[in-house]
């Protein structure tokens, strides 16, 4: 089935759970207008080192337990947690998928992040790295007598089909800019091989690669498509688009590097390790960029044989 990467159920996992599916949602939060001194049995009562602050629903600051010691040694108990508290929070958004949220934690080295609406800014839930391990089990405790099933030699589809050629093409438009569908197609291209049968090892590599493609198409061009095409002996996966191309292909091949603006690493993408993920998924990768006209991103699946 061409390269054994180790990519496993719960690598597939993090790329495919959303936040909110894994958060929790009963927040502990307090008010602008409430008191320092308050804070004392919240944290004790609740065994929490830090709290949201938010105004109506939304999210305005951060007040923590190191906070509430300052306030505690300089006789500032009874100041407003506004006057106290953190205003530029890090937070992470309810629609990014869980791979994000991992990257997050092991670069600041936080213990847990607000989760906000990307639309409206509301508070909406807490994400710790507990909750990923308990979403993650969940998810996999649900899905395994499933797979078990449900797994099967996808070869059928073309021993029982009798022509010349055999392919399968299957196909997804991509929309420039559009955050809130972003993963869609890459999620349905997932689904669909599950359901024709394909090995959950070889689904997994061709989900990562199409799900890291798509993004490319989303944070950098106008407009794309991704298209796989299915045959006896391989999956193709093709990703093209029309934007400004690479113009420094090998640079853009380093881990890390990345030419996305500073408000779409704020969104949580564009970190520098799209094509890095592909090129580790998949068996052949072949991309070509013009500089002002796009990028064609070719990757190949071999099946088993």
Known sequence: MGKDLGIGRVQELTYELKVEEVMTRNVIAVRPGNRVGELRELFRLN????TPVVDGERLVGVISIEDFIKCLASGEMDCAVKDKMTHKVEVLYSDEPVVHAVNRFQTSGFG????????TGRLVGILSKGDIIRGLLKKLEIDYQEEEIHRYRASHIFEDTVADRKTLTL????????????????????????????????????????YEAEMNIVVFA?????????????????????????????QA?????????????????????????????????????????????????????
């Open 47 to 50: 065994k929490i080192s830090g």
């Open 222 to 250: 106008e407009e794309g498509e991704i298209s796989a095409t299915v045959q006896a002996a391989s999956i193709e996966v093709r990703a093209k688009d029309r934007g400004p191309g690479i113009p420094d292909i090998e």
């Open 171 to 210: 196909e997804y438009s991509i929309k420039g800019g559009d955050f809130s569908n972003a993963g869609k197609a890459s999620s349905s291209l997932k689904k669909t091989l599950s359901r024709l049968g394909f090995h959950p090892q070889l689904v997994r590599r061709v989900a990562i690669a199409s």
């Open 112 to 119: 847990r992040f607000p989760v906000v609406d990307r639309r």
């Open 253 to 305: 091949m380093q881990p890390g590097f990345s030419t996305a603006p500073e408000w779409v690493r704020e969104l949580g993408f564009g970190a520098g390790m799209g094509l890095c993920n592909i090129h580790k998924s998949a068996d052949r990768m072949v991309l070509r960029s013009k500089v002002g006209k796009g990028t064609d991103l070719r990757t190949t699946f071999y099946l088993e044989k």
